[in-house]
Structures are given as C-alpha cells and as structure tokens.
C-alpha cells in the first residue's frame, strides 16, 4: 500500500523480502504500480495483483513488465464496472481476477455478497480465469462464496483479530466441508 491509493502504507519494499521456496503473492494498492515492479520482480512471487483503478499508463506499463515473468491479477474495488472497456481488457490479459469487497488497506469488515454478480460477467469474458476474494470472509459466508463461483478465498481479519487464530482458521475450514 503506497499510502496514496490505499490509505495506509506499507514497509518500504527494501525492508520486504520472501522465503525461499515458499509462494506467495503480492496484491500491489498502489497508483503508480509500475515504480515498484522491478522490485517486485526480485522478491519473485508467484503472483501479482495490480488494481484495475491505478493510473492507466503506470498500471499498463507494469503489466508489461510482469507478463511473462510471474503470474498476472488484476483487483477490482466493489465499485468497478466488470463492463468497462478497460476493465474487460484488464480481465482478458490476466491469470487471476480479485473481486475486493473490503475497504483497502483494513482489515476486517463486511462481505458485499451482492458483488457475486460479478463473477458472472468475470466469466463471460474469461472462462477459465481464477477468481478470488477479499473482504469480509468468514466461517458463515464462505460457503456462498465459493459457491457463487469464487476459487480463492483471501481471509485476514476474521483469523487476525481472533482471540485464537487456530480455532478461527480451523472454523472457517470446517465451515467449507
């Protein structure tokens, strides 16, 4: 989070580094993504998630830069518009489509189950496109989720903010069988 985009603001991208063998994804809130990606590219995550809002010509120039060299998401805000051109190009040229119901740069808060409709029309335009989810995830509505359609379920306050991270993980897996 570049403290301009999403509200809050991450440790610097010098100060941030992965282990070894382990994947991991990178969802980038930032509006000028493409100062950031040769960065990114040396953490060599498996996956970055870039935001459909960020400025056109950064966010383009990123996408650029990443395809080819790790897998490519695009993170659409509840209030995006699947139908926009842009969008629809956006969606086309990636691997993976975020649907973001929370509020950047929280955690914690309430799933938009309405913003399922989404994934309809994320479908029409790329079948096989993997879809995930951020925002408002917990051991009630996970279920629905993943039956409206979503593959990735990306859960931080509902296990960050309990009292007993264990239990809540355990929960919200038993929630799914």
Known sequence: MDGIFAPTKSPDLDKIWLVQNTLCDIHLMFQHPDKQIERIIELRPNMVILQAEASPDSLERAMSRLKGSVLLGVSLLASTDVRDPSVTRLIKNADHVLIFSGHLGFHGGKADIGLLSKVDQIRVIS???????????????????VEGGIDVLNVGGYIQKSADPAYAYHKLLNSLE
């Open 127 to 145: 079948q096989g496109v993997e879809i995930g989810w951020d925002g408002g995830i917990n051991d009630f509505n996970a279920t629905t989720l």
